[in-house]
Nanobody, 116 residues
Framework: VQLVESGGGLVQPGGSLRLSCAASGFTFSRYDMSWYQQAPGKERELVAYINSAGDITNYADSVKGRFAISRGDGKNTVYLQMNNLKPEDTAVYYC??????????WGKGTLVTVSS
């Protein structure tokens, strides 16, 4: 299993970014996917979740209405569209998959910095 995040960078408050997570080594379309964020000095927290069918999503209260998770099964990729970014969104963002056996796999993360 391999997950590779991309799309992070420096953005001004109010700006947008789209993160991508390219998956390989498993049948992507069969698994739920999640995005997490880890801010400096804080625990890793769930930001967004999407089920395998792509028709159920959940978000942390802090990002509802601003972030959107989606998946492109043909590209084995899960996306996180982030709009109206705030300085408190500054974090490393990770994608995660949990296998049927209960094992979690993580990517190495992509850094998002929101600053003027």
């Amino acid at each position: 299993v391999q997950l590779v995040e991309s799309g992070g960078g420096l953005v001004q408050p109010g700006g947008s970014l789209r993160l991508s997570c390219a998956a390989s080594g498993f049948t992507f379309s069969r698994y739920d996917m999640s995005w997490y964020q880890q801010a400096p000095g804080k625990e890793r927290e769930l930001v967004a979740y999407i089920n395998s069918a792509g028709d159920i999503t959940n978000y942390a209260d802090s990002v509802k209405g601003r972030f959107a998770i989606s998946r492109g099964d043909g590209k084995n990729t899960v996306y996180l569209q982030m709009n109206n970014l705030k300085p408190e969104d500054t974090a490393v963002y990770y994608c995660k998959v949990t296998t049927y056996s209960g094992m979690d796999y993580w990517g190495k993360g992509t850094l998002v910095t929101v600053s003027s």
